[in-house]
């Protein structure tokens, strides 16, 4: 465990949580992204957070509008990264990139000369992907199935780890007088010739200033778990519960150490979604707002168009919590006696509510199947309440083992972003959870990382001790 808990802002422009664009003040037009970019990148950099992410996703469509808004339309995560190393001074900068589909030596080319632009700030998310559609964008005739992707990832990376340390740090010998620019010995081929990767190297840009980009991989799948603990430095999972969290925390932990790497050499982060107002029952009414905004099957024209969500209506629900809803209306209270005939998966569903908004079944401020049936289509790691409630949420959690730090997900932007960075970050800061000025300029520094030895010269000592 690193001595404070890792912060990342993971940036998604016009909210994480679907109906996040549409609250009051919110950002929602992605044509204007660039400007929430970097008051966003600012104002994490103010808080000294370890870094901003970027996710990807290599594919649009209208069925993405109500599940996922943010994918719609949004700036590409290398370019972002490219354009705020000339913005920020000190924050890490993470993009996300797909190893079934980027090109491997222009990625290397890319994230190196990045993490030069920014002087050792450029992380890499590695992902495999999800998305089917991102094959017929990449001229490829089907998504490969998951081994496979798997199997090149596994290439990928390690290729990708040769081509950055292409050139050792005394290759540039740059002696004026006798023209002698490069000692040719220092410069090394790549010649990874995989089943799934081959490039001959070297690269022609100079070793990252971090020697290696710090890579981080987020997955769900056990190849995805292996890949993690085998090559990532940051491992992305996100769990359904603090004691999930643990559990998957350690088991990452000990393959990490079965494939030869140092205690600590792989941290773990997991993904919140803090809803914070100067109150608890402040936040619990932003959320009752959210899961309001989420548009349902109300038998609008809205509702009845092609990429609208199965889940969202009244006989859905009635399927989940396992009872007949007959007519019930969208804003109708739920009956106690009612709730009470609702299955386990219905009574959680109604905790879940109660704890993130005000309302209570029976109560002044009811339950309604509007809440339900939107808490039950939306799921998200929502952390609901005061600054110093959801502190005590990222404590419990990191001191549990549950977590090395956060990806922190914010439901709109910037006035829940500045919710955290003004009020969560110093409560962590007043704890001594969190730092409150970077000390080191990489994003390996501020992570706690050290800079790996150049594979080249590794591989030389060995030879020289025969
Ligand atoms: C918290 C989290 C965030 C992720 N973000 C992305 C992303 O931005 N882009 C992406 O292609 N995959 C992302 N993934 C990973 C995909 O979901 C993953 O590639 C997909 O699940 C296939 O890998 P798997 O078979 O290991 O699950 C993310 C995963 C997690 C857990």
């Given at each position: 465990?690193?001595?404070?808990?890792?912060?990342?802002?993971?940036?998604?422009?016009?909210?994480?949580y679907?109906?996040?664009?549409?609250f009051?003040?919110?950002h929602h037009?992605?044509?204007?992204?660039?400007?929430?970019?970097?008051?966003?990148?600012?104002?994490?950099?103010?808080?000294?957070?370890?870094?901003?992410?970027?996710?990807d996703w290599?594919?649009?469509?209208?069925?993405?509008?109500?599940?996922?808004?943010?994918?719609?339309?949004?700036?590409?995560?290398?370019?972002?990264?490219?354009h705020?190393?000339?913005?920020?001074?000190?924050i890490g900068?993470?993009?996300?990139?797909?190893?079934?589909?980027?090109?491997?030596?222009?990625?290397?080319?890319?994230?190196?000369?990045?993490?030069?632009?920014?002087?050792?700030?450029?992380?890499?998310?590695?992902?495999?992907?999800?998305?089917?559609?991102?094959?017929?964008?990449?001229?490829r005739?089907?998504?490969?199935?998951?081994?496979?992707?798997?199997?090149?990832?596994?290439?990928?990376?390690?290729?990708?780890?040769?081509?950055?340390?292409?050139?050792?740090?005394?290759?540039?010998?740059?002696?004026?007088?006798?023209?002698?620019?490069?000692?040719?010995?220092?410069?090394?081929r790549?010649?990874?010739?995989?089943?799934?990767?081959?490039?001959?190297?070297?690269?022609?840009?100079a070793r990252?200033?971090?020697?290696?980009?710090?890579i981080?991989?987020?997955?769900?799948?056990?190849?995805s778990?292996?890949?993690?603990?085998?090559?990532?430095?940051?491992?992305?999972?996100?769990?359904?519960?603090?004691?999930?969290?643990?559990q998957i925390?350690?088991?990452?932990?000990?393959?990490?150490?079965?494939?030869?790497?140092?205690?600590?050499?792989?941290k773990?982060?997991?993904?919140?979604?803090p809803?914070?107002?100067?109150?608890?029952?402040?936040?619990?009414?932003?959320?009752?707002?959210?899961?309001?905004?989420?548009?349902?099957?109300?038998?609008?024209?809205?509702?009845?168009?092609a990429?609208?969500?199965?889940?969202?209506?009244?006989?859905?629900?009635?399927?989940t919590?396992?009872?007949?809803?007959?007519?019930?209306?969208?804003?109708?209270?739920?009956?106690?006696?009612?709730?009470?005939?609702?299955?386990?998966?219905?009574?959680?569903?109604?905790?879940?509510?109660?704890?993130?908004?005000r309302?209570?079944?029976g109560?002044?401020?009811?339950?309604?199947?509007?809440?339900?049936?939107?808490?039950?289509?939306?799921?998200?790691?929502?952390?609901?309440?005061?600054?110093s409630?959801?502190?005590d949420?990222l404590?419990?959690?990191?001191?549990s083992?549950?977590?090395?730090g956060?990806n922190?997900?914010t439901?709109?932007?910037?006035?829940?972003?500045?919710?955290?960075?003004?009020?969560?970050?110093?409560?962590?800061?007043?704890?001594?959870?969190?730092r409150?000025?970077?000390e080191?300029?990489?994003?390996?520094?501020?992570?706690?990382?050290?800079?790996?030895?150049?594979?080249?010269?590794?591989?030389?000592?060995?030879?020289?001790?025969g």
């Amino acid at each position: 465990m690193t001595d404070h808990l890792i912060l990342g802002a993971m940036f998604r422009a016009v909210g994480a949580y679907p109906s996040g664009w549409r609250f009051p003040g919110a950002h929602h037009d992605p044509r204007d992204d660039a400007a929430v970019l970097r008051r966003t990148a600012l104002a994490a950099e103010a808080a000294k957070l370890d870094y901003i992410f970027f996710g990807d996703w290599l594919a649009t469509g209208h069925d993405l509008e109500f599940r996922d808004p943010y994918l719609l339309a949004r700036i590409d995560p290398v370019s972002a990264i490219a354009h705020l190393s000339g913005v920020t001074e000190r924050i890490g900068l993470i993009a996300t990139a797909n190893t079934t589909y980027f090109d491997l030596y222009t990625l290397a080319r890319l994230t190196a000369s990045i993490d030069r632009l920014s002087d050792g700030r450029a992380g890499l998310n590695l992902v495999t992907g999800a998305e089917p559609r991102a094959a017929g964008n990449h001229g490829r005739d089907a998504h490969a199935p998951n081994e496979h992707r798997y199997d090149q990832a596994t290439e990928f990376v390690d290729a990708l780890t040769r081509l950055w340390d292409s050139w050792e740090d005394d290759a540039f010998v740059l002696d004026q007088g006798t023209g002698t620019f490069i000692d040719p010995d220092r410069l090394h081929r790549t010649d990874a010739v995989g089943e799934h990767v081959r490039v001959t190297g070297p690269l022609n840009v100079a070793r990252p200033v971090q020697g290696r980009l710090p890579i981080v991989h987020a997955g769900t799948s056990p190849r995805s778990r292996q890949l993690a603990a085998e090559a990532a430095d940051l491992a992305l999972i996100a769990a359904p519960s603090r004691e999930a969290a643990v559990q998957i925390r350690a088991g990452l932990r000990e393959a990490a150490a079965s494939a030869g790497r140092p205690s600590g050499a792989l941290k773990v982060v997991t993904p919140v979604l803090p809803v914070v107002a100067p109150t608890r029952a402040l936040a619990q009414d932003i959320f009752d707002e959210l899961l309001r905004l989420v548009p349902l099957d109300d038998g609008s024209p809205l509702s009845r168009s092609a990429a609208f969500p199965a889940n969202r209506s009244v006989a859905s629900l009635a399927g989940t919590v396992g009872t007949e809803l007959g007519a019930a209306g969208l804003d109708d209270a739920v009956p106690a006696s009612v709730a009470a005939a609702f299955n386990d998966d219905g009574q959680r569903l109604i905790e879940l509510v109660a704890s993130r908004t005000r309302r209570r079944v029976g109560g002044d401020l009811p339950v309604t199947y509007r809440h339900l049936i939107a808490s039950n289509a939306v799921p998200a790691a929502a952390v609901v309440g005061s600054s110093s409630e959801v502190a005590d949420h990222l404590e419990s959690w990191f001191t549990s083992g549950a977590a090395d730090g956060f990806n922190v997900l914010t439901p709109y932007l910037p006035a829940q972003f500045d919710a955290f960075t003004h009020d969560v970050v110093p409560e962590l800061q007043r704890r001594g959870l969190f730092r409150t000025e970077y000390e080191g300029t990489t994003l390996r520094e501020h992570l706690g990382l050290p800079v790996p030895a150049n594979t080249h010269t590794v591989d030389e000592l060995v030879d020289a001790r025969g």
